[in-house]
């Protein structure tokens, strides 16, 4: 089978009828789905049944896990459906939760077949394009918000109505302990400037009504749902532990957490366990956990992109910043202090308004774009002229 392939969802179907029988509850699932990363969203593994015509890559992977979850879910919750019926059942899903659209292109080579659409679809879950933020952190944090799918499918197979409101509730609720699992690590300065970074982006696609502060706990005080519980704590490991340590405020926010979520001790430390076990068997072939940890990564090579987009258009921006001198006043005053709110705004609204007349800096724009804006406000200062840095203190070391 492959993956990459028009066919491929077809392919799979030949193939899975012949484990219809392989999994007689969601817990056994689970354990197998963690085992192969996909809960994690590193996936490592995939499905016996399935021969690979090459190596897979992690995004072939990611689809196989993520259609094998679907197809087993609905399974165990209803054991007489066939594999059309499955695939009509998940098209809809896909489309109440009005994640469904497929690209004009798309659409051109997908055909009238619902497995054919439903491939592209899979491919616009996995791939994630068009986002700044979910290429960034590739396999680690975000790719791991796949298993939502499958959270949501489970419930949809229950009671459909108000799926879609359900959805946003949960990709609240996993930001936000992404982001305070992030909050609570001491040991590496950059960590916490990823959360900041994290907590502008969201600001600026959500406005002012997304706070990150401990409101979200009231809402995991009221979640029944076990597997959302447990998945959620995951979620939470793994951002502790990407780095391969567990400092002390981070293993008391897990136990926190695991509070929160009405989860016993036992289930907290296996947790723990399994997330700590899975990053050091896989830490020799998962690229990411070879290097530094995720924060740095991912502060360090976005600092380098806008460093280049800065440079191939330094010339024009330099033009367009001289036509703006309240924006050079406020970048200027950057250097020596923090601006306030009300000057980070206009900084912000400026500075967009340039990027929209320079073609090659679109990428700002995007959504999550905007994450980008206090790297380049960062490094700014260093890269034009000095007449735009008078105030700028030198570090002294």
């Excluded at 491929?8 to 219809?20: A, E, M, N, P, R």
């Excluded at 399994?274 to 995720?294: A, C, R, Y």
Aim: charged residues 25%; glycine residues 4%.
């Amino acid at each position: 089978m492959n993956p990459s392939a028009n066919g491929w969802i077809d392919k799979f179907g030949s193939l899975v009828k012949y484990h219809d029988g392989r999994y007689t509850c969601f817990d056994i699932l689970f354990e197998d789905l963690n085992s192969w990363g996909f809960v994690y969203g590193i996936n490592t593994g995939f499905p016996d049944f399935i021969t690979p015509e090459h190596e897979f890559s992690e995004d072939e992977k990611a689809k196989i896990n993520l259609l094998t979850a679907l197809y087993f879910t609905l399974k165990i919750a209803q054991p007489q459906t066939d594999f059309q019926d499955f695939l009509e059942k998940i098209f809809r899903f896909y489309e109440t939760l009005e994640v469904n659209k497929v690209s004009f292109l798309g659409k051109l080579f997908s055909g009238n077949k619902t497995s054919s659409k439903l491939e592209k679809i899979l491919d616009s879950r996995v791939y994630l394009e068009d986002n700044i933020i979910s290429k960034t952190f590739n396999s680690s944090i975000t790719n791991s918000l796949l298993f939502i799918d499958v959270l949501l499918f489970k419930r949809y197979l229950m009671h459909a109505k108000g799926i879609k409101k359900h959805a946003q509730r949960l990709e609240y609720l996993a930001i936000n302990i992404t982001y305070h699992a992030l909050t609570s690590k001491r040991k590496n300065k950059k960590d916490k400037k990823l959360a900041q970074l994290l907590a502008s982006s969201l600001t600026f696609i959500d406005g002012d009504s997304q706070k990150f502060d401990n409101s979200y706990r009231n809402q995991l005080l009221t979640n029944d749902d076990l597997w959302e519980k447990r998945y959620l704590l995951k979620l939470a490991c793994l951002t502790v532990w990407e780095d391969g340590s567990l400092e002390f405020m981070e293993s008391e926010f897990i136990k926190i957490l695991g509070k929160d979520l009405q989860l016993d001790a036992h289930t907290i430390k296996n947790s723990l366990a399994h997330v700590s076990n899975f990053i050091n068997s896989n830490k020799e072939t998962i690229p990411f956990l070879q290097d530094q940890n995720m924060a740095i990564k991912f502060y360090d090579s976005m600092s380098r992109l806008v460093n280049r987009l800065i440079l191939r258009n330094k010339k024009r921006l330099l033009r367009e910043l001289s036509g703006s001198a309240e924006l050079v006043s406020l970048l200027s005053k950057s250097t020596v202090r923090d601006l306030t709110k009300e000057e980070k705004k206009k900084v912000q609204t400026q500075l967009l308004d340039i990027f929209k007349s320079i073609p090659s800096l679109a990428i700002f724009l995007l959504p999550g774009g905007a994450i980008l804006l206090p790297i380049f406000i960062k490094l700014i200062p260093t890269l034009l002229p000095s007449a735009f840095d008078e105030n700028r203190v030198e570090n002294e070391e």
